[in-house]
């Protein structure tokens, strides 16, 4: 570690980046900073690179361009602090494994090389568990599991990992209110124990309720800050085009009493 | 039977159909939940250019030549399929199917050009095609226990990263697994797991080896660690089979038995495995079907009850007739022998009354979606 810190005051620190597919950019010139400590959403129109994002700092697609650190460091040095949640859609739930043994997977990077994981580890998966509420399906095999129920040890998974740093992909959609809800209580609890947040969020209307700090994208950043300045209807405006009617909640209520 | 087990010939092959067994039905899995079971398939029928090029460096028929040169293009195969679906908008399987064909049309020039050039000792090439146990030597048995153990020895090394990669290689490499090196490393043993079969079923059936037990196996099993030692199981009970079978009947060929005796357990096992067969899926919508005029009956009663605010209000059986449009004396008895009405009197009439248990009222509750269903239900 001679390298001296880049931003370590960030959490997340991106500049220039540049992904393309096949010499189209998906991404272009992204620059943006998320201060530690915060829960952040990264909203845009569907195509707008957000998943793309999350995957080329993780180092899952090849940037054609740009830079990313995280707390100051390269990701390639702070893997460990990082924990992330993938799309759930992205694996056959049909694989023959159990809940239990999913969330242990968080745990294979710390173990190494040859190493089972022990009872110890056991232990740390079952915490995890307990945390989403999962505790009784444990030995479940994953198939049988619901959507949401899916969702939460793929969050329990992440959890293990003890990250400093989280990356989640969707973690709300397609699942029901209760699991919404449990999952952002989750969330809310990782931010005030210091970590930060980073969620792909597709429902501008509960940005501001679950958020305090958001990007809004559409290949290129259209506005980036804390969601009371950024949550404008311009600046939404600029990222969705004429597809979104912002619903002021307080307006929709007044026009229909 | 005893002289037959005694029998050197016999056991040589015994031996080899359940070491081939064993080994297949372990990397098989792996292949099977990486959907790549075409892969298997390609890779035995690239060997077989790699055996007759063996065979033409070599001069003779020696086992190990032939079996490196099958590795080798196989290796080669699975590589120009990786740059073919790289490259071009080809798919996955196309590319897979592309790769087969060609070089199993490579590999049977080479063997007919062998054939009319008349090289010494060539009679025995032909039967890499469908495997020919009786050839088995106990020289080749060293070989292929050595290679399989290799195999084995490398799944159960490397188990947790293999598991891992093939469930989710995106998270994978987020953890640091070195994902292509791990996905190099399981095609190159599932080459190897092809190889070892390669003598004894022959190039054109050993992708149903590589893909039968690990079939069956996943129908039985929820876990990983299960499917594997299942899918050895299976593997070594099919080995054995088809070579005894093979042993005591004259002019019945080894390999193709093997694959047979594979086959009916994978029928079996698709058929009546609990959970993930046929027939058991069958019953349970037959059951579901069975006791869905049951349900239905007990959520009126619950509605009844609800309606004049007595949870144990009795209500009367030609009433329920009626509102039903049916009898449900049937449904009624299937619901009490649950414990979840009773019958009750209702004076002064003697007429048949329901009432609802206490675990009557939870089952219509759940059944309304008016309570938390216990998850699974």
């Not at chain 2, 469908?130 to 048995?141: E, H, K, P, T, V």
């Given at each position: 570690?001679?390298?001296?810190?880049?931003?370590?005051?960030?959490?997340?620190?991106?500049?220039?980046?540049?992904?393309?597919?096949?010499?189209?950019?998906?991404?272009?010139?992204?620059?943006?900073?998320?201060?530690?400590?915060?829960?952040?959403?990264?909203?845009?129109?569907?195509?707008?690179?957000?998943?793309?994002?999350?995957?080329?700092?993780?180092?899952?697609?090849?940037?054609?361009?740009?830079?990313?650190?995280?707390?100051?460091?390269?990701?390639?040095?702070?893997?460990?602090?990082?924990?992330?949640?993938?799309?759930?859609?992205?694996?056959?739930?049909?694989?023959?494994?159990?809940?239990?043994?999913?969330?242990?997977?968080?745990?294979?990077?710390?173990?190494?090389?040859?190493?089972?994981?022990?009872?110890?580890?056991?232990?740390?998966?079952?915490?995890?568990?307990?945390?989403?509420?999962?505790?009784?399906?444990?030995?479940?095999?994953?198939?049988?599991?619901?959507?949401?129920?899916?969702?939460?040890?793929?969050?329990?998974r992440a959890l293990v990992q003890d990250a400093d740093v989280y990356f989640l992909d969707?973690?709300?959609?397609?699942?029901?209110?209760?699991?919404?809800?449990?999952?952002?209580?989750?969330?809310?609890?990782?931010?005030?124990?210091?970590?930060?947040?980073?969620?792909?969020?597709?429902?501008?209307?509960?940005?501001?309720?679950?958020?305090?700090?958001?990007?809004?994208?559409?290949?290129?950043?259209?506005?980036?800050?804390?969601?009371?300045?950024?949550?404008?209807?311009?600046?939404?405006?600029?990222?969705?085009?004429?597809?979104?009617?912002?619903?002021?909640?307080?307006?929709?209520?007044?026009?229909?009493? | 039977?005893?002289?037959?087990?005694?029998?050197?010939?016999?056991?040589?092959?015994?031996?080899?159909?359940?070491?081939?067994?064993?080994?297949?039905?372990?990397?098989?899995?792996?292949?099977?939940?990486?959907?790549?079971?075409?892969?298997?398939?390609?890779?035995?029928?690239?060997?077989?250019?790699?055996?007759?090029?063996?065979?033409?460096?070599?001069?003779?028929?020696?086992?190990?030549?032939?079996?490196?040169?099958?590795?080798?293009?196989?290796?080669?195969?699975?590589?120009?399929?990786?740059?073919?679906?790289?490259?071009?908008?080809?798919?996955?399987?196309?590319?897979?199917?592309?790769?087969?064909?060609?070089?199993?049309?490579?590999?049977?020039?080479?063997?007919?050009?062998?054939?009319?050039?008349?090289?010494?000792?060539?009679?025995?090439?032909?039967?890499?095609?469908?495997?020919?146990?009786?050839?088995?030597?106990?020289s080749d048995l060293y070989l292929m226990g050595g290679i399989g153990a290799l195999a084995?020895?490398?799944?159960?090394?490397?188990?947790?990263?293999?598991?891992?990669?093939?469930?989710?290689?995106?998270?994978?490499?987020?953890?640091?697994?070195?994902?292509?090196?791990?996905?190099?490393?399981?095609?190159?043993?599932?080459?190897?797991?092809?190889?070892?079969?390669?003598?004894?079923?022959?190039?054109?059936?050993?992708?149903?080896?590589?893909?039968?037990?690990?079939?069956?196996?996943?129908?039985?099993?929820?876990?990983?660690?299960?499917?594997?030692?299942?899918?050895?199981?299976?593997?070594?009970?099919?080995?054995?089979?088809?070579?005894?079978?093979?042993?005591?009947?004259?002019?019945?060929?080894?390999?193709?038995?093997?694959?047979?005796?594979?086959?009916?357990?994978?029928?079996?096992?698709?058929?009546?495995?609990?959970?993930?067969?046929?027939?058991?899926?069958?019953?349970?919508?037959?059951?579901?079907?069975?006791?869905?005029?049951?349900?239905?009956?007990?959520?009126?009663?619950?509605?009844?009850?609800?309606?004049?605010?007595?949870?144990?209000?009795?209500?009367?059986?030609?009433?329920?007739?009626?509102?039903?449009?049916?009898?449900?004396?049937?449904?009624?008895?299937?619901?009490?022998?649950?414990?979840?009405?009773?019958?009750?009197?209702?004076?002064?009439?003697?007429?048949?009354?329901?009432?609802?248990?206490?675990?009557?009222?939870?089952?219509?509750?759940?059944?309304?979606?008016?309570?938390?269903?216990?998850?699974?239900?």
């Amino acid at each position: 570690m001679s390298q001296t810190l880049h931003e370590p005051g960030l959490a997340v620190h991106v500049e220039d980046l540049t992904v393309s597919y096949a010499a189209r950019p998906v991404l272009w010139d992204i620059d943006f900073d998320i201060p530690p400590g915060v829960m952040a959403a990264i909203v845009g129109p569907n195509g707008a690179g957000k998943s793309t994002l999350i995957k080329s700092i993780l180092g899952l697609v090849r940037p054609t361009a740009g830079h990313v650190t995280i707390l100051g460091r390269p990701y390639k040095d702070q893997r460990r602090r990082v924990g992330y949640v993938p799309q759930r859609s992205s694996v056959d739930w049909d694989f023959p494994t159990t809940a239990i043994d999913v969330v242990m997977m968080g745990l294979y990077g710390q173990l190494g090389w040859f190493r089972r994981p022990g009872a110890k580890d056991r232990e740390k998966a079952m915490d995890a568990l307990a945390r989403v509420g999962m505790l009784d399906s444990a030995s479940r095999q994953i198939s049988q599991l619901s959507g949401g129920q899916q969702q939460r040890v793929f969050l329990a998974r992440a959890l293990v990992q003890d990250a400093d740093v989280y990356f989640l992909d969707e973690p709300m959609a397609g699942v029901d209110a209760t699991t919404e809800r449990a999952i952002v209580a989750i969330l809310h609890a990782l931010r005030d124990a210091g970590k930060t947040v980073i969620v792909v969020h597709h429902d501008l209307q509960t940005v501001r309720t679950y958020f305090d700090w958001m990007i809004i994208l559409n290949i290129r950043v259209i506005a980036q800050g804390p969601v009371a300045q950024v949550y404008t209807s311009q600046n939404l405006h600029r990222a969705y085009g004429g597809q979104v009617a912002l619903l002021d909640r307080d307006k929709v209520l007044g026009e229909v009493g | 039977m005893l002289t037959l087990l005694t029998d050197f010939t016999i056991q040589n092959v015994m031996i080899g159909a359940a070491l081939l067994g064993i080994v297949s039905g372990v990397l098989g899995s792996f292949a099977v939940l990486r959907r790549q079971s075409l892969l298997g398939d390609t890779l035995s029928h690239a060997a077989l250019p790699g055996i007759c090029i063996g065979f033409m460096l070599a001069g003779t028929r020696d086992l190990p030549m032939l079996l490196a040169g099958a590795l080798v293009t196989g290796a080669l195969a699975a590589l120009a399929m990786l740059a073919l679906t790289r490259t071009t908008r080809l798919k996955t399987d196309a590319g897979l199917g592309i790769a087969l064909s060609i070089s199993f049309a490579t590999g049977v020039v080479l063997l007919t050009h062998i054939q009319t050039t008349g090289s010494a000792g060539q009679g025995g090439l032909e039967s890499f095609l469908f495997g020919q146990a009786a050839a088995i030597l106990r020289s080749d048995l060293y070989l292929m226990g050595g290679i399989g153990a290799l195999a084995l020895a490398i799944v159960s090394a490397f188990w947790k990263e293999f598991k891992l990669v093939s469930f989710d290689p995106d998270y994978a490499r987020t953890l640091g697994l070195p994902v292509l090196a791990l996905d190099v490393a399981i095609t190159t043993i599932i080459a190897l797991a092809v190889v070892i079969g390669l003598q004894m079923v022959g190039v054109v059936l050993m992708a149903a080896m590589i893909v039968a037990p690990a079939v069956a196996a996943r129908q039985w099993s929820n876990r990983l660690g299960t499917m594997v030692v299942l899918a050895a199981i299976f593997g070594m009970a099919s080995g054995l089979f088809g070579a005894l079978v093979s042993a005591t009947a004259r002019g019945l060929s080894t390999g193709p038995l093997i694959v047979l005796a594979a086959s009916v357990i994978v029928l079996v096992s698709l058929a009546i495995a609990p959970g993930r067969g046929i027939v058991w899926e069958w019953l349970q919508h037959w059951k579901n079907r069975r006791s869905l005029p049951a349900r239905r009956v007990l959520t009126t009663l619950y509605r009844l009850a609800a309606e004049h605010g007595d949870p144990a209000y009795p209500a009367e059986q030609s009433m329920l007739d009626a509102y039903h449009g049916t009898a449900t004396a049937s449904s009624l008895e299937r619901l009490k022998s649950r414990g979840l009405i009773s019958a009750v009197a209702h004076a002064p009439e003697f007429t048949p009354h329901w009432a609802l248990t206490p675990s009557g009222i939870i089952e219509a509750e759940t059944l309304l979606g008016r309570r938390e269903a216990e998850p699974g239900i």
